[in-house]
């Protein structure tokens, strides 16, 4: 028989609801159907908090804080919406879209992108800030993959599911603040990379066009990044187990 | 009751959301008959008018002659609207602007590229000069409405102008705002 699960009751939104101990509150607020947000949090990676899209008030208490990395305790009052929060939001979009090229019309995730999709949601009808235009050159030389840096978040979904679904920790973020980037083994051709299995899994995380197949024209990308969670599962042999006790 | 002044302009884009604004089709006939389209590249008008009511500008701020319409547009039309991705974001015809000169663009293009006549056109009053960097409309005038897409499709166009004409906001929430 399976060991009974602690609870904690919780109230998201004025609704009670009962909490698994242990859980964030992004999880129990998405398993009980609230949706918050988010971009660099994917279920069957450690949360890092680092987009801050998913951040909720938590009581009285005025630091927001991100659902993705706050674990649930016990009568904890939380709100997800609100006039400060979505300001907040569609602020840290305009940042996003702001800091690199993100051309929708042209880009490989184009239709199919979670960016694109949380702007939509967010009432992101245009950008108040500087575009900044970097430039940022391309790393096609994988032969099965291809790296667009103008399209990267640095949500380092792709660094996190590396690291610690394949073992193989290809990718890392190089520099600091605003000259931040991800890099492959030693800031080397990804083409190049002797660590890299060719396994796929930063791809199917991404959120945006910055990591595709090769030979993906426009609007062509689809990424898998639920395939994560389903892999660690499997690991943990959660079906396997399952299946086996019935 | 006067009839409103509908106004439409190309600046620094490839015509698509005008070609999308033709595929409202036949609702084209609805709006002739609510609004007088005073300006507009399907329109043989040559002075952008006075007093427009409504005006859609496509395309993003490219060069001066697009800078110096933006301005004139600004101050003959009582509701500016962004048209399509190139004016609310810069979108394709930005995309030079992590390159920075545009000289070093324009020598890349009509000088290294072509097999013959290779030369950057220069045309003083006839060839405007391209501005350093291109820049989203609502950067250089202020901007009433945002109308995203590339092209912003015929239906979001529609709903648009008709909201429009009806003295309301385009949305601001939803399909209606996505680029690309």
Redesign the interface.
């Known amino acids: 028989m399976a060991e009974r699960v602690p609870t904690v009751p919780i109230t998201i939104d004025g609704v009670e609801m009962e909490a698994t101990a242990g859980e964030t509150v992004l999880q129990c607020a998405r398993r009980h159907g609230v949706d918050i947000p988010s971009l660099c949090f994917l279920e069957g990676l450690s949360p890092v908090g680092g987009c801050r899209l998913c951040v909720v008030e938590v009581a009285e208490d005025l630091r927001l804080r991100p659902a993705c990395a706050t674990t649930v305790t016990s009568d904890m009052e939380v709100t997800t919406q609100s006039s400060r929060l979505r300001s907040y939001r569609r602020s840290i979009l305009e940042l996003l879209?702001a800091e690199g090229?993100h051309?929708?019309?042209?880009?490989v995730s184009?239709?199919a992108c979670e960016l694109?999709d949380v702007?939509?949601r967010c009432?992101?009808?245009?950008?108040?800030y500087?575009?900044q235009?970097?430039?940022?050159r391309v790393d096609a030389s994988h032969p099965r993959y291809v790296f667009d840096p103008?399209r990267c978040i640095l949500c380092t979904r792709c660094v996190r599911v590396c690291d610690e679904i394949e073992g193989a920790h290809v990718w890392d973020v190089a520099h600091r603040g605003h000259g931040a980037e991800l890099v492959t083994d030693l800031h080397r051709p990804w083409g190049e990379s002797t660590s890299c299995t060719w396994c796929g899994k930063c791809v199917a995380s991404c959120p945006t066009g910055a990591l595709s197949h090769q030979g993906s024209s426009v609007?062509e990308m689809r990424h898998t990044p639920d395939m994560i969670a389903w892999l660690v599962a499997a690991r943990r042999r959660e079906w396997t187990e399952r299946e086996a006790r019935r | 009751m006067t009839r409103p002044r509908l106004a439409t302009v190309w600046l620094g884009g490839c015509s698509g959301c005008h070609m999308s604004l033709l595929d409202t089709d036949e609702w084209l006939f609805e709006l002739a008959a609510a609004a007088d389209l005073v300006y507009s590249p399907i329109v043989d008008v040559k002075e952008f008018p006075h007093d427009v009511d409504v005006c859609l500008v496509e395309g993003a701020v490219a060069n001066e002659d697009n800078l110096e319409f933006a301005r004139l547009v600004r101050e003959r039309s009582a509701i500016v609207v962004s048209f399509g991705d190139c004016a609310v974001s810069g979108n394709v015809t930005a995309m030079r602007n992590p390159l920075g000169d545009p000289e070093g663009i324009l020598r890349r293009v009509y000088v290294d590229a072509p097999d013959r006549d290779a030369q950057v056109p220069h045309a003083p009053g006839i060839v405007p000069l391209l501005l350093a960097q291109v820049r989203p409309l609502h950067q250089v005038i202020d901007v009433d409405a945002f109308v995203p897409g590339c092209p912003a499709p015929a239906g979001r166009i529609r709903e648009a102008i008709e909201a429009l004409l009806a003295g309301r906001r385009p949305p601001t929430t939803g399909e209606s705002i996505r680029f690309g």
């Open positions: 879209f090229n051309v929708c019309a042209v880009c184009n239709g694109q702007a939509v009432g992101m009808d245009h950008v108040r500087e575009l235009a970097p430039r940022r103008n609007g």
